[in-house]
């Protein structure tokens, strides 16, 4: 649309009009500017992997749960390996200091 | 689009049977510049609105301190206009500028910048008239309007004395006849004046055909043409 006489309207309303906003306002909107570039704001896409890959561990973590209630103790869960057994049976098991001997034997001597 | 590029025009008369005065008034106000105060980094400064646009994506702070310079008095007088209150303008207006940078993702390249966010403002206003519970056309088109003097705490510090009182009462005719527009004549002028915007963005702004916008601002020409020749 040009009309000039539109545009000669124009111009003089732009020449009259010199409203300028308040200082305050400016250093508001140019504070939040700055401030927002060390927000992270994600973007629908980033959202979107974010979540997929949420849903994933999720259905991984609640697979390998569900896998290992189902699954059978097996031997090897239960018995000790070679390095347990063999501590166990060299583990001192008599009184080694003369107060604990005497413990000792208050506790269990036959009477 | 670009306020910085604003060609300042020179116009001697605006009608046959409107004397020099008005020609006076022109030439002795300093082209309204809204860049020529605070001018943005050089490289950002010859940057469209769009491409700052992008660069503020990408965070570059200094970009948007370029739009704003571009935009700050353009979309103030818009507000300023359009509402009852300064108190009301100037909410709304940090509200609009606030909303660029928390949605400045959102934002694409292919949308002129000025529409954005000049619509983003009228989003505002709006949402303004109905947390109000005031209907906006209906308020505005019974015409009881009273001029409002809104602007007069607002005036620049270029406005010497040495303007005069003649040039004074000139433009605040002008200023008064604006607002005494109803409110889908006065916003349609001040998104091509102020928002420097084309047919289709006001249009698509305001949520009207094309048409309806022409002869909007067909009325409100009209109209302030009539105030003016009436104040001579």
Avoid at chain 1, 39 to 55: E, G, K, M, N, Y
Avoid at chain 1, 72 to 87: A, E, G, I, Q, W
Wanted: hydrophobic share 40%.
């Amino acid at each position: 649309m040009n009309d000039p006489a539109l545009n000669d309207l124009i111009t003089l309303y732009r020449r009259a009009a010199h409203e300028r906003p308040p200082p305050a306002a400016d250093q508001k909107i140019l504070a939040n500017a700055k401030k927002d570039r060390r927000r992270f704001v994600p973007t629908p896409r980033q959202l979107a992997s974010a979540a997929a890959l949420l849903l994933l561990a999720a259905s991984l973590s609640i697979h390998m749960h569900a896998s290992r209630r189902s699954a059978l103790p097996t031997d090897s869960s239960v018995l000790m390996n070679d390095t347990t057994s063999v501590y166990l049976i060299h583990m001192p098991v008599q009184p080694s200091s003369p107060l604990a001997r005497h413990l000792m034997f208050d506790t269990y001597s036959p009477h | 689009m670009d306020c910085v590029s604003r060609p300042p025009r020179i116009v001697f008369c605006i009608h046959e049977d409107i004397p020099l005065t008005f020609a006076s008034v022109l030439n002795s106000q300093s082209p309204l510049s809204t860049s020529s105060s605070e001018p943005g980094p050089p490289l950002a400064a010859s940057l469209s609105d769009e491409a700052c646009m992008v660069r503020y994506q990408q965070d570059d702070a200094a970009a948007f301190r370029v739009l704003y310079t571009r935009y700050r008095d353009r979309l103030f007088r818009y507000v300023l206009r359009l509402v009852t209150r300064a108190s009301e303008a100037e909410e709304i207006f940090q509200e609009a500028w606030l909303a660029v940078i928390q949605s400045k993702n959102s934002y694409r390249p292919s949308i002129s910048f000025a529409a954005w966010l000049f619509s983003i403002a009228h989003h505002k206003a709006a949402d303004r008239w109905r947390s109000l519970k005031r209907h906006a056309p209906d308020w505005q088109y019974a015409g009881e309007e009273q001029p409002r003097d809104v602007t007069d705490e607002y005036i620049a510090a270029g406005d010497t004395p040495e303007h005069g009182t003649h040039n004074d009462h000139l433009r605040k005719a002008l200023l008064d006849a604006v607002q005494r527009l109803p409110l889908p004549q006065r916003e349609a002028f001040l998104l091509k004046a102020e928002g420097d915007l084309s047919l289709e963005d006001i249009a698509s702004i305001t949520g009207v055909p094309r048409e309806t916008v022409k002869s909007r601002l067909r009325y409100a020409q009209q109209r302030l043409r009539d105030t003016l020749r009436a104040w001579q």
